[in-house]
């Protein structure tokens, strides 16, 4: 009987051990690799799913029966405030941070109001985030003041007016850091809305996404700049935004 060298046996053995351990070694490295991908993929997915949802859209209270106004919700995301049978229609194109809006809600917002309680005109605040790049440190403020907008809306819009305008009252300036969640709860319990499901709904930015789809069709549609007026769908600007002006354009549109 013939037997083979004991070193050719020991190196054959050393080689098949070698490619068994890279046999191991690449379906190993194969594995991780397609875990990897997975993971990637599935990552990706979660965040276009994120980045693809809507969020929910806001519905409106009835506003209490005694004062006769009635609240809706426009196909343009406008918060509309009115009594029956009310033949003008003010919309107001507004973001919470632009100083602009501010100073119109000082000279106009009372004329607005008056309009709405006499039943001469339905107002509909179109509130946007156009400014969210503006918002200090990366805030967004914009766009969490307008979903808080809706927050506020769809518990009691009779409120609605009230707290807008302390909105524009304690509002940041632009550029700076944006007023935190607590602060726009406090603003909101300030101004009548004691309902922890309205603060629950700031905090959690509940409309933040709609608010941004709303902007988007807002600057869509071809508004360019805060704020935006209308009268019965016609812009109005300049020396007509002068309050006695202003009043005499909704009472003629009201006719």
Do not use: H
């Not at 054959?12 to 875990?35: E, F, K």
């Not at 969020?55 to 406008?78: M, Q, R, V, Y």
């Not at 809305?193 to 709303?214: H, N």
């Amino acid at each position: 009987m013939s037997k083979k060298p004991r070193g050719k046996n020991a190196l054959a053995s050393v080689q098949r051990t070698d490619r068994t351990r890279t046999i191991l070694i690449q379906v190993g490295v194969a594995v991780v690799l397609i875990g990897l991908i997975a993971a990637i993929g599935i990552s990706i997915a979660v965040r276009n799913a994120e980045k693809n949802d809507p969020g929910p859209t806001p519905t409106i209270a009835a506003p209490p029966a005694p004062d006769g106004l009635t609240a809706s919700l426009t196909d343009n995301g406008s918060i509309r405030l009115g009594k029956p049978g009310a033949k003008a229609t003010v919309r107001v194109v507004a973001d919470l941070q632009c100083p602009a809006c501010q100073a119109f809600e000082v000279t106009d917002g009372k004329v607005i109001e008056e309009a709405v309680a006499s039943g001469k005109a339905a107002v509909e605040y179109n509130i946007i985030a156009m400014l969210d790049q503006q918002s200090g440190g990366n805030t967004r403020y914009s766009s969490r003041a307008a979903s808080a907008a809706y927050c506020v809306a769809g518990s009691d819009p009779s409120k609605f007016q009230g707290w807008l305008t302390s909105m524009f009252q304690q509002q940041p300036r632009e550029g700076a850091g944006g007023l935190p969640d607590d602060k726009l709860v406090q603003i909101a319990k300030d101004a009548g809305y004691t309902d922890p499901a309205v603060a629950q709904c700031i905090t959690d930015r509940k409309y933040q996404k709609y608010s941004m789809r709303i902007t988007d069709k807002v600057l869509d549609s071809g508004i360019v700049q805060t704020p935006t007026i209308f009268i019965n769908g016609n812009q109005v600007s300049g020396n007509d935004l002068a309050p006695d002006n202003f009043r005499q354009k909704i009472e003629a549109a009201a006719k």
